[in-house]
């Protein structure tokens, strides 16, 4: 099982930005899907963007596209997401995830490992 450590998060103001880093060990990272969720406060925990083993495909929820991007260095076994134009409805604790399964698809995303997320505060 990957082991998942996330950072990058902080305060910034609407219109900011923000990379994510999440770096991993103790798996076979260049095989595994990986993902960034999201929870606000109250609200439920949410796909925000997945990339799959290789770097070639991505997937998106609708609010942040165009503004965010995930891409991955498994030379370094590590995923980023890069977030721009953020807006306060960004504020949440982002989590990065891994996938249970080797070479799966990133839509939807089968957790297999959590981090422990970093906050992310977006003011107005």
């Known amino acids: 099982q990957v082991q998942l450590v996330e950072s990058g998060g902080g305060l910034v103001q609407a219109g900011g930005s923000l990379r994510l880093s999440c770096a991993a060990s103790?798996?076979?990272?260049?095989?595994?899907?990986m993902a960034w969720f999201r929870q606000a406060p109250g609200k439920e925990r949410e796909l925000v963007a997945s990339?799959?083993?290789?770097?070639?495909?991505?997937y998106y929820t609708d609010s942040v596209k165009g503004r965010f991007t995930i891409f991955r260095d498994n030379a370094k076994n590590s995923v980023y997401l890069q977030m721009n134009s953020l807006k306060p409805g960004d504020t949440a604790v982002y989590y990065c995830?891994?996938?249970?399964?080797?070479?799966?698809?990133?839509?939807?995303?089968?957790?297999?490992?959590w981090g422990r997320g970093t906050q992310v505060t977006v003011s107005s």
């Open positions: 995830a891994a996938d249970g399964t080797l070479y799966s698809s990133i839509y939807p995303f089968q957790v297999g490992s």
């Open positions: 990339i799959n083993w290789s770097g070639g495909n991505t």
């Open positions: 103790g798996g076979k990272f260049s095989g595994y899907s």
